[in-house]
Nanobody, 124 residues
């Protein structure tokens, strides 16, 4: 089992920044990638970004490219999502998730463990 704990959400004005953290614990040794997803009421969970832990290769959804950055600290088993130039449409619950090797890095079904989520609200 892997436990994931997100932190760093909150309320920010449009144009502002937030940094989300995701700390992993438990049996993390076979984690291949860590990702961030977001979800708003009535909508499906949406891919935001992911990072391969060994290589550091990253992937982003188009709407956040150039504004969000995902990075990891392997020594701390922690992944971060730096979010800049936030927009009201970024408002959502953000979830981190861990992947044990599935090729579906941009799909929720590719991830095995999930955190509880952290609310991000961007006011206009």
């Amino acid at each position: 089992q892997v436990q994931l704990a997100e932190s760093g959400g909150g309320l920010v004005q449009a144009g502002g920044s937030l940094r989300l953290s995701c700390a992993a614990s438990g049996r993390t040794f076979n984690t291949y990638a860590m990702g961030w997803f977001r979800q708003t009421p009535g909508k499906e969970r949406e891919f935001v970004a992911t990072i391969r832990l060994s290589s550091g290769i990253t992937y982003y959804t188009n709407s956040v490219k150039g504004r969000f950055t995902i990075c990891r600290d392997n020594a701390k088993n922690t992944v971060y999502l730096q979010m800049n130039s936030l927009k009201p449409e970024d408002t959502a619950v953000y979830f981190c998730a861990s992947n044990r090797g599935s090729v579906n890095l941009m799909l929720p079904r590719g991830y095995d463990y999930w955190g509880q989520g952290t609310q991000v609200t961007v006011s206009s």
